[in-house]
């Protein structure tokens, strides 16, 4: 069955540096690779999508790639704020099916 | 504003108790979906449906049931609870193109004590 490895259960980084964070799948490519954030104690919220014939994706100061060769996306968050804490799942969904996949999750923490 | 709403942010139950968990959302989604959600485990699909009285099982289905008897409305049911069953639980709902955003509740932290 198809797994999903997030780089690290907690990721620390400055104030202002730029955050990557991993995902890595296993078998055959999603054809569709969707990120969101998770505060405490509150649902999920939809980031990005980025499909499988797409390199890249950016909306603001996100950026999410999507390599089908390493069967990995990394999602990045650019000058980073302590307002960017939180965890972040990737999701991958597949044409033929209707439940997304969840990866378990990275949390992530900007210290000023 | 799309609205994904849980009848319950909290809830403390008994073992052996029926409990009852409510989901609505007003985006006119075909599938709904309750995931429960642990430290160190991430999002476990329990059950989904795609349409009225449509059910499918997740990975985890066991001492759980779902209704869905109008489009808006899905209801995960515990028939019998015990402790294992603590947890955070999150309802959902996505639309039908493969792109389709999933829609999540603010969650339901039940207790089985």
């Known amino acids: 069955s198809q797994k999903i490895e997030q780089n690290s259960e907690a990721l620390n980084i400055q104030e202002g540096k730029t955050a990557t964070l991993t995902c890595n799948y296993t078998n055959y490519s999603p054809a569709y690779l969707q990120w969101y954030r998770q505060d405490p104690g509150r649902g999920p919220v939809f980031l990005l999508l980025i499909r499988e014939n797409e390199k890249e994706k950016r909306k603001e100061r996100l950026k999410v790639t999507f390599d089908t060769t390493l069967k990995q996306s990394l999602f990045h968050i650019t000058a980073s704020q302590p307002a960017d804490s939180a965890t972040y799942l990737c999701a991958l969904s597949y044409s033929s099916a209707s439940k997304i996949i969840f990866g378990s999750g990275t949390r992530l923490s900007i210290r000023p | 504003d799309v609205k994904v709403t849980q009848s319950s942010r909290y809830l403390v139950k008994r073992t052996g108790e029926k409990v009852f968990l409510e989901c609505v959302q007003d985006m006119d989604h075909e599938n709904m979906f309750w995931y429960r959600q642990d430290p160190g485990l991430g999002l476990r699909l329990i059950y989904f449906s795609y349409d009225v009285k449509m059910k499918e099982k997740g990975d985890i289905p066991e001492g759980y049931s779902v209704s869905r008897e109008k489009k808006e409305r899905f209801s995960l049911i515990l028939e019998s609870a015990s402790t294992n069953q603590t947890s955070m639980y999150l309802c959902?709902?996505?639309?039908?193109?493969?792109?389709?955003?999933?829609?999540f509740g603010p969650g339901t932290r039940l207790t089985v004590l």
């Open positions: 959902a709902s996505r639309g039908q193109g493969n792109t389709d955003t999933q829609y």
